[in-house]
């Protein structure tokens, strides 16, 4: 099959790019656009490690075609924190509630909280579950991502958020 | 070395506290560096051509149409790389131990379904699947040795000369030597339990870039690993190398768990063509490879012997185990393996117990280590002591209570000759009894069977070598260096694949020093810039790295005094080192900075104190004065059955860990939770299915179930800190543990919780069919 000629808006920056139509989004973001945060776990989009956003919805990098995201925006976790370093509350959460270990899968639950929290910023216990249930985790046993979520929760409904500082939604708003 | 105890530091801060992770900067945002995010000049892509027979003959391997495929660079067989093996020994087993065989490529026969039998090099990840599909292998298929526990009898043979199928056998006293603890028993329990194949399941798969420079003869290997110094040492004796030649870079690891330990078989293949090809060659495993051939664990069964007296005392408890290593066991796994029925009398006042044990080939994978390899006794010993409990009609509490060890009988040896020291089995059930509220919750059950719901607590207690200290893991080093900044950097072997080492070194160097944490920095994982150390396995990370940051940072701490001292014109007993800072006790006015000592240190050599050596580094290795350090738990689970769909739903789960004294008892709680969740799939979701012909039906993670985040219950902890370990800083092993002690708890409460039924369980994983089926076969009623 012939390659394809692409334009994806990858963290608020337009990329073109010539591509194989069999080129995975994961693969695409990892090796062309050398964002390696985006992981891949299974590559049969199970874990959701390497969970993006695409024109602001949560889909596995690794079930989407490069091919499929023309013409789209997509949102890495090297998009969720502020251009200046800072941490976007879903991230300080995380540290601040021992919601990672080993960091593999975190991208993932970043990227998927992060898009959750948005569309339900005041979830009960059993949606937070629910929600992180796409995502697996071989190190913490979910104990401090469970908290990690609970308090990002808490703190961005009591709308403390600096809006400036979550960058992906800013780049979702738009492109939709 | 000497064991002497660490400094007294007025000013430690850090150790005992929930440090934020130096780490999770990073990892949060993308930017770390784990090993496929490795790229090299050139670099080359690696897949493997795996068979899909359990067992067949490789009559041919023709690979002239993947050759032919545009971008492809080389295919590699067995006649290509296996002869090229100098040494492949791991440094832990040694080389005088009668190793089972581990072939680069399968030659001649292909012993498992995923047994790889030609390496494909190209210049993408694509094509060099594209061209594995193009390599012709004539297989010719045989029988295979599917099931473990039918290999000693089976006609087939896995390896030829092992007679029948057996890889090695050990055993303690004759069993008739304690025959009369069991023939004067009031009561003789005994059961077979039986635990199914589990993998260590990293979420990051296994991987490496290996780079071999022609003209330096030098490789540079990138590697996904627990171990660096393993792998370069590995690596050194595979190659015929020195090991100077050889450079190990692990940054981040995506999880190990014991699978990431030493080299397999795919590591040692990619090693060998790396020095056939023209750039850096990566390999990184996918998720079916990985659940097909990265080694399987937990496949094992065991006949568990208890005795008692009439009033419920333990006087005997022996094991006679069986495990399954597969085909290309890695390490050698029967000593390791014995060590599981030689832990099994547990953390109890026994005296009579022995053991057998059989390591047993079938054409699977191959038993690699997973997060408390020996685990099985706890399920076997702890599942078999609540059968016996009830049907002594004694309570599962109270049977513990009676037979627990105590911290005052310490230290004690256990029958099978585990020298117990430093630890306190029975405080860990009572805090752990007393955090759930052990009486309600037996009323809170007798009140829901009342009303139809069928509601379950269960025990398990272990003890746990933690911190091995012979051999490999004899000792550990450390090299920290006050930088002409006054800035700490602080050089360990590493190995973290999650365990927060980083974090670790920094917390207990900062405290050494007296230095502020944010001045403290550490470099880990690379080889040539790090002392030797053995990575990560056993639970030795915390308390070695203690042991060697302190007594480095001892060298160090006195040579800032004693320049601190002169500088401020003070006695040395009068400095006090805080904040990375020395001042004189009673006026802080009057001090000086790290980096003002520091600039004198390396700039100005005349400021020295008489017969003071310039610089401010200092390398040291610590050495364990024991052999281990142990740890011990108990864990309490109460459950949910549903008698109708057999579906298990944990209620509250609470560990009581004895590990000593805590660095941050942030990471030992994610350590705990972390393996608890592991234990809860093993007891209930996991496993590494195959049929009867031995083909693999857990590939996917839609076959092989990993818990998630609504299976999982809110874990709490009591910590149990009366019986300190005895090397510096008081800690132990906390890594492993929650794995071991989780799966028994789980078990013990659905048995419970099923008691009303009259059901027996000895067999995992309770799935909800399996649970359903117990109740269908115990008549479906009370």
């Given at each position: 099959m012939a390659d394809v000629s692409i334009e994806v808006t990858v963290n608020g920056q337009l990329r073109r790019a010539v591509v194989e139509?069999?080129?995975t989004l994961a693969d695409f973001l990892r090796e062309?656009?050398?964002?390696?945060?985006?992981?891949?776990?299974?590559?049969?989009?199970?874990?959701?490690?390497?969970t993006v956003l695409l024109d602001g919805q949560a889909v596995r990098g690794c079930l989407v075609f490069a091919v499929q995201a023309d013409g789209g925006s997509v949102t890495t976790v090297e998009g969720?924190?502020?251009?200046?370093?800072?941490?976007s509350p879903v991230q300080q959460a995380f540290r601040e509630h021992h919601?990672?270990?080993?960091?593999?899968c975190t991208p993932g639950f970043v990227t998927s909280v992060t898009a959750f929290l948005r569309d339900n910023p005041s979830p009960t216990d059993e949606e937070v579950r629910a929600a992180l249930s796409g995502n697996l985790c071989?190190?913490?046993?979910y104990q401090g991502i469970l908290a990690a979520v609970r308090a990002a929760a808490d703190t961005t409904s009591a709308g403390t958020?600096?809006?400036?500082?979550n960058n992906a939604a800013t780049t979702n708003q738009e492109a939709r | 070395m000497s064991a002497a105890?660490?400094?007294?530091?007025?000013?430690?801060?850090?150790?005992g506290s929930r440090v934020r992770r130096v780490e999770d900067a990073r990892l949060l945002t993308g930017a770390g560096t784990f090993v496929d995010d490795v790229t090299r000049p050139g670099m080359l892509h690696a897949s493997f051509v795996r068979s899909p027979h359990p067992r067949a003959r490789i009559a041919r391997v023709d690979t002239a149409a993947a050759l032919a495929?545009?971008?492809?660079h080389a295919v590699f067989t067995a006649d290509d790389l296996?002869?090229?093996?100098v040494e492949a020994w791991y440094t832990g087993t040694g080389s005088m131990v009668p190793d089972t065989p581990r072939p680069p490529l399968a030659a001649?026969?292909?012993?498992?379904?995923?047994?790889?039998?030609a390496l494909v090099v190209a210049g993408s990840r694509y094509l060099a699947e594209d061209a594995a599909e193009l390599v012709d292998v004539g297989y010719e298929p045989l029988p295979a040795v599917a099931d473990y526990a039918a290999a000693?009898?089976?006609?087939?043979?896995?390896?030829?000369?092992?007679a029948a199928n057996l890889a090695g056998e050990l055993a303690g006293a004759p069993a008739e030597t304690i025959a009369d603890a069991y023939t004067s028993a009031a009561h003789v329990v005994s059961e077979t339990i039986w635990e199914q194949a589990q993998g260590a399941v990293p979420l990051e798969t296994r991987g490496l870039v290996a780079e071999w420079s022609?003209?330096?003869?030098e490789l540079t290997v990138w590697a996904g690993t627990q171990a660096p110094h393993e792998v370069r040492m590995f690596a050194a004796r595979l190659l015929g190398i020195?090991?100077?030649s050889v450079r190990v870079i692990t940054r981040d690891?995506?999880?190990?768990?014991?699978?990431?330990v030493v080299p397999m078989r795919e590591d040692i293949c990619v090693l060998l063509a790396a020095r056939k090809l023209p750039a850096a060659v990566k390999w990184i495993e996918d998720r079916r490879e990985n659940l097909m051939a990265a080694g399987t664990a937990r496949h094992e069964h065991g006949t568990a012997r208890l005795a008692f007296g009439a009033?419920?005392?333990?006087r005997a408890a022996s094991l006679d185990h069986v495990q399954d290593v597969g085909?290309?066991?890695?390490?050698?796994p029967v000593g390791t393996g014995a060590a599981t029925p030689m832990i099994f009398p547990g953390p109890y006042r026994v005296s009579a117990g022995t053991f057998t044990h059989a390591s047993v080939f079938s054409n699977t994978p191959g038993r690699v280590a997973y997060r408390?390899?020996?685990a099985f006794e706890t399920l076997a010993r702890e599942v078999t002591l609540d059968i016996a409990a009830r049907r002594m009609g004694i309570d599962p509490a109270e049977l513990r209570r009676r037979n627990l060890l105590r911290r005052?009988?310490?230290p004690y040896s256990s029958p099978t000759g585990m020298p117990y020291d430093h630890m306190d089995p029975l405080e860990t059930l009572e805090q752990a009894l007393a955090v759930l509220d052990y009486d309600a919750f037996r009323a809170e059950q007798a009140a829901a069977r009342s009303r139809g719901r069928y509601l379950g607590v269960g025990i398990s207690c272990y003890a746990e070598p933690t911190?091995?200290?012979?051999?490999?893991?004899?000792t550990e080093g450390a090299t920290i260096r006050i930088e002409p900044s006054g800035k700490v950097n602080v050089y360990v072997a590493g190995g973290s694949t999650g365990n927060s080492l980083e974090t670790t070194a920094v917390q207990l160097a900062a405290d050494a020093l007296g230095?502020?944490?944010?001045?403290v920095h550490t470099i880990q994982g690379d080889t040539a810039v790090t002392p030797f150390g053995a990575g990560t396995?056993?639970?030795?990370?915390g308390s070695m790295i203690a042991g060697a940051v302190g007594v480095t940072a001892a060298e160090l701490r006195d040579k800032l005094t004693k320049l601190a001292a002169h500088k401020l014109e003070a006695s040395e007993a009068d400095i006090e080192l805080a904040r990375s800072r020395a001042a004189v006790k009673g006026d802080p006015e009057a001090g000086v900075s790290f980096a003002e000592l520091a600039d004198i240190a390396y700039f100005?050599?005349?400021?020295?104190?008489?017969g003071m050596s310039p610089g401010l580094e200092a390398s040291a290795r610590y050495a364990a004065t024991g052999m281990g350090l142990w740890a011990c738990a108990t864990h309490v689970c109460t459950c949910e059955v549903d008698?109708?769909?057999?579906k298990v739903t944990l209620l509250r789960y609470v560990v009581g860990e004895?590990?000593?004294?805590?660095?941050?008892p942030a990471v030992v709680e994610g350590q705990i939770a972390g393996g608890v969740v592991q234990g809860i799939g093993g007891a209930l979701l996991e496993e590494l299915a195959y049929d009867a012909?031995?083909?693999?039906?857990?590939?996917t993670f839609m076959d092989y179930l990993l818990p998630t985040a609504t299976e999982v219950p809110l874990i709490e902890y009591a910590h149990v800190e009366t019986a300190p370990g005895p090397e510096p800083g008081g800690y132990k092993g906390v890594g492993e543990g929650g794995a071991i002690g989780a799966p028994p708890a789980v078990v013990n409460a659905v048995a419970d919780a099923l008691a009303p039924f009259g059901v027996t369980i000895t067999r995992l994983p309770l799935s909800p069919a399996v649970v359903a089926g117990l109740i269908d076969e115990a008549g479906g009623s009370q």
């Open positions: 139509p069999r080129l062309r656009c050398q964002l390696t945060g985006t992981h891949l776990g299974c590559e049969h989009g199970v874990c959701g490690a390497c969720i924190a502020a251009p200046d370093g800072t941490l919601g990672l270990q080993c960091g593999f071989r190190c913490t046993g958020v600096n809006a400036g500082t | 105890p660490l400094p007294d530091t007025a000013a430690a801060r850090y150790a495929l545009p971008g492809v296996n002869g090229d093996v001649g026969e292909a012993r498992f379904a995923g047994d790889i039998v000693r009898t089976a006609e087939a043979l896995v390896h030829e000369g092992y022609r003209g330096s003869r020195p090991e100077h690891v995506g999880g190990g768990f014991g699978q990431k009033d419920g005392t333990l085909a290309y066991p890695t390490p050698w408390g390899p020996w005052d009988e310490m911190t091995p200290a012979f051999g490999v893991y004899a230095a502020d944490i944010a001045d396995g056993g639970s030795r990370s100005q050599p005349y400021a020295l104190p008489p008698s109708m769909t057999g004895d590990c000593g004294h805590m660095i941050n012909d031995g083909n693999p039906v857990a590939t």
